[in-house]
């Protein structure tokens, strides 16, 4: 599994995660477990639909 989720992307999808967890919380809803797709998706810097798109926000240095 090559980590195709930029530090930018992980930030975002982690917040995502507590904004959706706490709503879907605070409304009693089966919708707070929406959060588990970026909370995992940004603690392992993957994302399987990045994949299938080719997609990589990832930056890239090389190393010389």
């Known amino acids: 599994m090559k980590s195709n989720v930029g530090n930018t992307d992980k930030a975002i999808r ?28 940004g603690l392992t810097s993957f994302c399987p639909l990045y994949t299938i798109l080719g997609l990589n926000t990832c930056s890239t240095k090389s190393v010389q």
């Open 14 to 41: 982690l917040f995502l995660a507590v904004v959706i967890g706490a709503v879907g919380f605070y409304f009693k809803s089966w919708w707070g477990l929406v959060a588990i797709v970026p909370l995992v998706t």
